[in-house]
């Protein structure tokens, strides 16, 4: 029986972040027939964002095992677990450092279909991520817009292009959008990491707290990513949490968490900097405002939405300003696109299918960077995973070959917990002692 005509499929999704696994897990979902038996695998990388149990389950997708490892363990459960597709949703250079290290463990043996690509919308690094992707059979673009873009990065360094694959975000969808609620509800999507500065943050929720001032009839939802102590892809040195200390709130204004197409089902404006959960929105035509208050720029990422018709301002929401998409800029971003989401993932499942058969079986991955392109950058890059240039782990890489006991189960907490600690509160300090 072809391997596409297979009734169940195993498939392994390795992921580093709360956001990262949320796409991971989903797009695993969306790769595989509805019709197939598939056994999904979790392995979380461990690091100072790897999500909570809680942060798992706002997701909504089971796994049938799920377990914490570092880079060297996933890369040997990679050599002791046959599976059919294997869904990297890691950083670029984690990206990278997988791809050669699982290339020299399987060599030219048998291997699983090896997709990856991005949480949300790519509007820095372009050049730098893309690269460092490339070597995946698939490498997943979110619209056209973005398939686009990739194919001529590729092409441009000389690289092959076809593993380009237009898709679109896996976790698009719920009810659209038909009217108004009681209460008429606005919803401000916060950022860990944008904007990244107390002031223009602290600007940001000062304007919130005073749009549901002058509406008192309005509920104003601040929603946010994170609770304390949770970690997330993007480092939040300034949580909203700790910034609304200390002030007034109107009765009307409240921070809620939880899973955002939940909230979206209430939402009657949905406000960002350049949150994803604009393109959520806008698919279910929810009226969607990307503030230009502190500039149309690149590091806010709301330079993305140009030609949306989107952009406003605080005072043009205040005065009850409703931004109108612009069809053909919303159709190219793969969202609300003549409703033919449904099949937006019809191309990848055919052309995994059609590597699963391939006769003989896959080569060996095969990465743009090698030590000869790029002799000065991807040796540093394996390095921080414990790989050498050749992708071999380095003498004295942490592998455990057991699980650990209670007593390094408390240790490895605890180290874990100060290297979070240094990240995400010493390191902060001395950069800001440094800028003085």
Known sequence: MPASAKKSLRVAVLAD????????????????????EVRLDGYLLRGRATPTARQLGEVGVRADSLREVTGVEFLRAMTEEPYDVLVIALVG???????????????????PVVVTGYVGVVYEKL??????????????????????????????????????????????????????HDPYTVVFAAQPSVPDNRRDRTYLLNRLIEHARRHPEREVLLKLRSKPGEHTTHIEELPFQKLVQGKDLPANLRLVY?????????TDLLVTVSSTAA??????????????????????????????????????????????????????????ADGGYAGAFDTARERIAGLLDRPGGLPPLNPYYTPETAPGYLPGILARHHLGPDGVP????PAADKEPGPVRQIVRRAARGAYRHGVQRVAPVIRRMGEL
């Open 127 to 180: 050049a730098d991520g893309l690269l460092l992707r490339h070597g995946a059979d698939l490498v997943l673009a979110n619209s056209r817009h973005d398939a686009d873009r990739f194919r001529a990065v590729y092409e441009g360094v000389g690289a092959d292009a076809s593993s380009v694959t237009e898709v679109a975000l896996p976790f698009l969808g719920g009810t659209p959008y038909t009217g108004g």
């Open 17 to 36: 972040s709360d956001t990262r696994w949320k796409w991971g897990a989903l797009t695993a979902q969306r790769l595989t027939p509805a019709a197939a």
């Open 394 to 397: 380095l003498p004295g890489a």
């Open 258 to 266: 939880g899973h955002m197409g939940e909230v979206l089902d209430r």
């Open 93 to 111: 250079g984690g990206v990278q450092a997988m791809l050669h290290g699982l290339r020299a463990a399987w060599g030219s043996g048998r291997r």
């Open 279 to 336: 393109l959520e929105a806008l698919h279910r035509r929810i009226p969607t405002a990307v503030l230009t208050d502190l500039g149309v720029r690149e590091v806010l990422g709301n330079h993305h939405f140009t030609g949306s018709g989107c952009l406003a301002s605080w005072d043009q929401l205040d005065a009850g300003h409703r931004p109108v998409p612009d069809e053909e800029w919303v159709a190219r971003q793969g969202v609300a």
